[in-house]
């Protein structure tokens, strides 16, 4: 399995402001995706990080809203930006192995307040 | 669209056996994969079926129909430790899609 690890694991931020989320493998990953979990909800993707280009959106999210950044094969950061009391929710990462494309794993999450 | 549905809900007793159904409606399936998450935990991966049947995997088992559309999570001699959020997920590509989750309580 890969480990993951984010930080923050927790924050609660004002209204307005911009939190940036950081997401680190221990080993080189082909994908990597940011999901967005509401409490007791499903996960929603909210784009794939591609290494060195601009990543893909889902419908519904933005880059304006959700910069995302991944300059190398283990590292990637999420940005929720102008933040709302909507956008609290829990924040994680995911990533593909190169041993193949069945299993996703999950890093432990990124759990977001916006008062 | 895509979607996949599973009941929200499910409770039993330990040393019970329940089963987690999802029916999905995809463009280009590939496969069915069953996720775990306990409250404040991430997703962990359970199986993953890519052809029609039953793969058992100690006391979970996992079934697909694509005729039917269909899968099933069967857990067998529940235990405490079993109560979670279960996520059936369809690959798209190279992303994964989730169903809406079903939240199984057990019981003493």
């Known amino acids: 399995s890969a480990v993951i690890s984010q930080k923050p694991s927790r924050d609660i931020c004002q209204r307005g402001t911009s939190l940036t989320i950081q997401c680190q493998v221990d080993s080189q990953v082909t994908m990597m995706f940011w999901y967005r979990q509401q409490p007791g909800q499903s996960l929603t993707l909210i784009a794939t990080?591609?290494?060195?280009?601009?990543?893909?959106?889902e419908s519904g999210f933005v880059i304006d809203k959700f910069p995302i950044s991944r300059p190398n094969l283990t590292f990637s950061t999420l940005t929720v930006s102008n933040m709302s009391p909507e956008d609290s929710s829990i924040y994680l990462c995911s990533v593909v192995r190169l041993s193949g494309p069945d299993t996703q794993y999950f890093g432990p999450g990124t759990r977001l307040t916006v008062l | 669209g895509q979607s996949l549905e599973q009941p929200s809900e499910v409770t039993a007793v330990e040393g019970a056996i329940v089963q987690i159904n999802c029916t999905y409606q995809?463009?280009?399936?590939?496969?069915l994969s069953w996720y775990q998450q306990h409250d404040g935990g991430a997703p962990t991966f359970l199986s993953y079926?890519?052809?029609?049947g039953l793969e058992e995997t100690g006391r979970f088992s996992s079934f697909l129909s694509r005729s039917d559309s269909y899968g099933y999570l069967l857990l067998q001699e529940l235990q405490m430790k079993d109560s979670a959020s279960y996520f059936c997920?369809?690959?798209?590509?190279?992303?994964?899609?989730f169903g809406t989750g079903t939240r199984l309580q057990v019981f003493p």
């Open positions: 990080a591609n290494q060195g280009s601009e990543a893909t959106y």
């Open positions: 995809t463009s280009g399936f590939y496969g």
């Open positions: 079926n890519a052809l029609d």
């Open positions: 997920a369809v690959p798209n590509t190279d992303k994964l899609i």
